[in-house]
């Protein structure tokens, strides 16, 4: 299976705070994206960072792509209460096309 | 900004019966897609859908399930005979393409099968 896994499971950090995820992730991709799912939502897609890419930033958010690690990080910096929620690392791969997403991190942000 | 729409928010059908998830997706997307999430589980793929047909399926997307796209419009999702552990969010999703293309999200239907 070519899904991420991320690491922490949770986390919870002081407002302004940044948070940091990771996601890991076992084949060739041609691109890593993260969403963010607020509780009994759906999925917001953050960003995409394509395999060729090893850095991408998007307002506060920042992700990172070592493919030879196999690996990802997003970085939320100066967070925000409403930045809780929990974040999926999802993978786009290699024959097949279709994102598979990870376990998800849940990030809890205190005021 | 463009969404898409998932009816009903949250269904509740009696073990056995066959329920029909609707989607409208993104006008301009070419590719559909349906998930599903069990509650405090991952969000896992059940099937792709382009021109007109499945581009891909999963193993949990068995003979129990079937996808459509009656009109230009709408694509569905259909269960049959449904049972406790298709208990679950089903998300709907659209992206203009197949690669390097973000997916959109449905805000999901809540499925309880009782």
């Known amino acids: 299976s070519q899904q991420g896994e991320e690491d922490p499971q949770a986390l919870s950090i002081q407002e302004g705070e940044n948070a940091t995820m990771n996601c890991s992730y076992k084949?060739?991709?041609?691109?890593l994206q993260w969403y963010r799912q607020n509780s009994g939502r759906g999925l917001v897609h953050l960003i995409l960072?394509?395999?060729?890419?090893r850095e991408k930033h998007s307002g506060r958010l920042r992700v990172t792509l070592d493919t030879s690690k196999k690996s990802s990080s997003l970085l939320i910096t100066a967070s925000r209460a409403a930045d809780t929620a929990s974040y999926f690392c999802a993978t786009d791969g290699q024959p097949d096309y279709k994102l598979s997403f990870g376990a998800g991190t849940t990030v809890t942000v205190r005021a | 900004e463009p969404e898409v729409t998932q009816t009903p928010s949250h269904q509740v059908t009696q073990m056995g019966q066959e329920v029909i998830l609707r989607c409208v997706p993104i006008?301009?997307?070419?590719?559909f897609y349906w998930y599903r999430q069990i509650l405090g589980q991952k969000v896992e793929f059940l099937v792709s859908?382009?021109?007109?047909?499945?581009?891909?399926k999963s193993e949990i997307f068995d003979d129990q399930f079937s996808v459509e796209r009656p009109d230009g419009s709408n694509f569905t999702l259909k269960i049959r005979s449904t049972k406790l552990e298709d208990s679950a969010m089903y998300f709907c999703?659209?992206?203009?393409?197949?690669?390097?293309?973000?997916?959109?999200f449905g805000s999901g239907t809540r499925l309880t099968v009782v």
């Open positions: 999703a659209s992206s203009v393409g197949s690669i390097n293309y973000g997916y959109t």
């Open positions: 960072i394509r395999s060729n890419e």
């Open positions: 084949t060739s991709i041609n691109n």
């Open positions: 859908f382009y021109n007109n047909e499945i581009s891909e």
């Open positions: 006008s301009n997307h070419l590719y």
